[in-house]
């Protein structure tokens, strides 16, 4: 298999492999409306095979960041419509990733809404808000009935995400915000329906892409997890556990026929993420995490060994507007600026250099 051919995911029809990894850039200020400079950076790498926006909340209790865009207003979802309209003008294709953020926030920065998760087990480390770094604070156990909430604004979401015009969603399972929260012993101990055996710790994800595969189509649906991923205090140290919980999530999801489940973990080619690729029977984006940036080298091995159907790229996606032109020619590549990952403004945004102008 060939890294620049052609793949259909679903109902995503994708112009290459390499996809754009899921990136928070926190540029989209207080009211979390894509403007003009989230619109040029996105048109910018419309030439990857598929977009996947920044997590993007679906509710205002679910923001992590400042300066996060939303899907919950009309204003927002006019702002993802002319992301979703430049993209198409320039032939790409992008769904948002859907991201509840748990107990990874503050107040400082939700609008003074209450921090919610599982259970209520605080992150021991510093949120980032608008005023500053203050210890992460006890979040509120949501109630039985308060997580079939969440389920019912996953799906709201992904209907204002097609009502926008975009392609999809990706829903966020991963890297330890609200959904990882649930499926991790570590931060799960209730003792309901939603927690206790793996299979009940699986339930609200389930719930969750079943809810949104019942709103929009499950081909346009993809998943993230990063099972084993170890951050921001969703420990999942017993292999045969996690093997439980992600086994019981995919084999529940597999009649969906989703359009693709996407993961993040250190060993893309190992035991653990080719057997939960088997379990879930759709097409597998891989990402090996934050250790070491994406190469062109490891993507193209990914896809010749058919390791993967679909690589996710990060950082070099942000340094490189037209990286899969540079990566098929072999050309250079910008360095990659991480101190203004998270800045205001173009500067380390929109202002990577193509190898053409124009
Ligand atoms: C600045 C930055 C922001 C990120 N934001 C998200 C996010 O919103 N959602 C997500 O699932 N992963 C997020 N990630 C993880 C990336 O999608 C990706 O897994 C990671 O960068 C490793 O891939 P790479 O080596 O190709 O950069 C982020 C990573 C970085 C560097």
Redesign the pocket.
Known sequence: MDLFSPVTLGELELANRVAM?????MRSGSSGVPGDLVVEHYAQRAGVGLIVT??TYPNHESQAFVGQPGIVTDEQVAGWRRVADAVHARGGRVVV?V?HGGRVTHPDTNGGRRVVAPSAIAIDGQARTSTGKHPYPVPHALTTGEVRDVVRDFARAAERAVEAGLDGVEI?G??GYLLHEFLAPSSNVRDDEYGGSPENRARLVAEVVTAVADAIGAGRVGL?ISPEHGIQDALEPDRADVLATYGSLLDRLRPLGLAYLSV?HRDPAGDLVQELRRRSGVPLMA????A???TREEALALIEAAHADVV?????V?ANPDLVERWAGEHPENEIR?HL??AAGAEGYTDYPALRAG
């Open positions: 990894a899921p990136l928070t850039r920044e997590g990733q991201m966020h991963a890297n993230r993040l990402n090996s995490g934050f070491s940036v994406t996710a790229v990060g950082r070099a942000i991480s990952f998270y």
